[in-house]
C-alpha cells in the first residue's frame, strides 16, 4: 500500500523540461539571484507524475498543475487554500503574485512540509488525519473573490480512471472483472450531493508538517463542494480489501465521529459502501493501466484490489438474483 505517492526521484532534473523549469523557478523564489548552500537533500523532484510535477528547493515546493486544468476552478481552489477559515486545516500557498505557466500548465509556490514516512506505517497520523478531514468537512463553505468552491471532483476521477483503463488496456484479463466492478456504482441512485467542503483526494501523502510541527492537508486541485463520504472512501475501500487492518480503521473512523465529523451516522457503511466501491474500481483500473504501460504483471497490492472488484461484483449480482426455490 502506497501511503504517501510523493516519494523523492532524483536531484538535479535535466534541462528542457517540467522539472528543470520548476527547479529554476523555485530556486529563485529562495535565493533570487544569490548563491544556493542548500543541503542538495532539500533541492530534488519530489513527484512528477500526470497530474503533477512537484520539485523542492530548500523551504519552498513549485508545482505545476495537471495539462488543461481549468482556470476559474483552480483559481477557487487556491482561494480555499489560504482563506483564514481553513488556517489549521489546509496548507496554504505562499502569497504573493502567481508565478507563469510552465508549458501550458498553472504553477503555484508552497512551503516545503516534511510528509508521512511511507517506511514507518504504524507512525501513520490517522487520527490526527482523520480530525482535519472532520473539521474541513464542518467548516461552512467561504466565497470570495475567485467565487464559491467548485464541485469536488473524487466521482470524475473515478470515471477518469475506467476510462485511461479502457484506452490503455481494454483487452487485460482484468478489465471485465473492473468493468463489472464498476457497473454497480453506476447503477441506481447515488444518494445525492451533499454541499460539504471535500478534499477529493484524500490520502495519506496529502499530509504534511508545517513549520509549526503540526500536521495540514495539502493538495487542493480536487477539492470543493461534495458528499464528505468520498474524503474516507480511500481508508474505507482499503480495510474492505484487507490491505488496512480492523484496528487502524476503527482508529480512523472513531476519530473522525468524535470530531463531529458529518460523513457517517449510526451505520457507517450506510454512506461509505458506494463511495468505497468506487474508489476500489478506481484504484484496479488504474493499476491496469499503469501494469501495462510498463509492460509488467500487477503486484500483489493491485492484484487484492483486482479480486475486490471481483467480490464487489459477485455480491451484487447475487443479491439481485432470485431466490432459489
Known amino acids: 500500500m502506497d501511503l504517501a505517492q510523493t516519494a523523492p526521484q532524483a536531484h538535479e532534473p535535466p534541462p528542457g523540461d517540467v522539472p528543470a523549469a520548476l527547479a529554476r523557478l523555485a530556486r529563485e523564489a529562495v535565493h533570487g539571484g544569490g548563491a544556493c548552500r542548500c543541503d542538495p537533500e532539500a533541492v530534488r523532484v519530489l513527484a512528477d507524475r500526470e497530474d503533477g510535477t512537484v520539485v523542492r528547493h530548500g523551504g519552498l515546493v513549485a508545482k505545476a498543475h495537471a495539462p488543461g486544468t481549468d482556470h476559474g476552478a483552480h483559481s477557487a481552489r487556491l482561494a480555499l487554500a489560504a482563506h483564514p477559515d481553513l488556517g489549521g486545516i489546509l496548507l496554504p500557498p505562499v502569497p504573493g503574485p502567481r508565478p507563469e505557466p510552465v508549458a501550458g500548465r498553472p504553477?503555484?509556490?508552497?512551503?516545503?512540509?516534511?510528509?508521512?514516512?511511507?517506511?514507518?506505517?504504524?507512525?501513520?497520523?490517522?487520527?490526527?488525519?482523520?480530525?482535519?478531514?472532520?473539521?474541513l468537512h464542518r467548516t461552512p463553505p467561504p466565497s470570495g473573490p475567485a467565487g464559491p468552491p467548485p464541485v469536488m471532483r473524487a466521482p470524475e476521477k473515478a470515471a477518469l480512471a475506467v476510462g485511461r483503463m479502457l484506452r490503455a488496456a481494454p483487452d487485460h484479463p482484468a478489465a471485465a472483472t473492473v468493468l463489472a466492478a464498476w457497473r454497480t456504482v453506476t447503477a441506481g441512485e447515488n444518494g445525492g450531493t451533499r454541499?460539504?467542503?471535500?478534499?477529493?483526494?484524500?490520502?495519506?501523502?496529502?499530509?504534511?508538517?508545517?513549520?509549526?510541527?503540526?500536521?495540514?492537508?495539502?493538495?487542493?486541485?480536487?477539492?470543493?463542494?461534495?458528499?464528505?463520504?468520498?474524503?474516507?472512501?480511500?481508508?474505507?475501500a482499503w480495510f474492505a480489501a484487507g490491505l488496512l487492518p480492523a484496528e487502524v480503521w476503527t482508529r480512523f473512523l472513531g476519530a473522525y465521529e468524535a470530531a463531529g465529523g458529518p460523513a457517517v451516522g449510526a451505520d457507517p457503511w450506510a454512506r461509505l459502501d458506494r463511495p468505497a466501491r468506487a474508489l476500489t474500481v478506481q484504484t484496479a483500473a488504474l493499476a491496469v493501466a499503469k501494469s501495462t504501460a510498463e509492460r509488467r504483471e500487477l503486484d500483489e497490492v493491485e492484484g487484492v484490489m483486482i479480486d475486490t472488484c471481483a467480490r464487489i461484483s459477485d455480491a451484487r449480482t447475487a443479491s439481485a438474483s432470485p431466490a432459489s426455490p
Open 195 to 236: 454541499a460539504y467542503l471535500c478534499h477529493g483526494d484524500f490520502h495519506l501523502g496529502q499530509l504534511v508538517r508545517d513549520f509549526r510541527g503540526e500536521w495540514r492537508l495539502i493538495d487542493v486541485d480536487d477539492a470543493g463542494l461534495g458528499d464528505p463520504a468520498w474524503d474516507l472512501a480511500r481508508p474505507a
Open 107 to 135: 504553477v503555484t509556490v508552497w512551503p516545503y512540509g516534511p510528509p508521512v514516512d511511507p517506511a514507518d506505517p504504524d507512525a501513520a497520523p490517522w487520527e490526527e488525519a482523520a480530525r482535519l478531514l472532520a473539521l
